[in-house]
């Protein structure tokens, strides 16, 4: 699971929605929110993958999805047929 000494953090800022009126200061939020997503996805792929990591992902999803059989099928899927070296590209 999770390291009891990681530091929790969320890379992804929070962004409250207002009146649902667009300004420039919204497009600012969107235009920082698509810039923290790219960040983040440039993280992901030079991460060094690791059974260990991909069997607390597929444990975490199974608790989550306890009960749903359509999602735990998925779940089920992707670790039969996922591939290190053929993944976000």
């Not at 993958?49 to 998925?74: A, F, H, I, M, W």
């Amino acid at each position: 699971m999770f390291y009891s000494k990681s530091t929790p953090m969320n890379i992804v800022p929070t962004l409250t929605s207002d009146t649902g009126e667009t300004s420039s200061r919204n497009l600012n939020k969107e235009q920082a929110l698509f810039m923290w997503h790219q960040l983040l996805i440039e993280v992901l792929k030079r991460m060094p993958p690791t059974s260990v990591s991909q069997n607390d992902l597929l444990t975490e999803c199974r608790l989550e999805y306890s009960g749903n059989n359509t999602e735990l099928r998925k779940i089920q899927d992707f670790e039969d047929t996922y591939d290190a070296d053929n993944v976000i590209e």
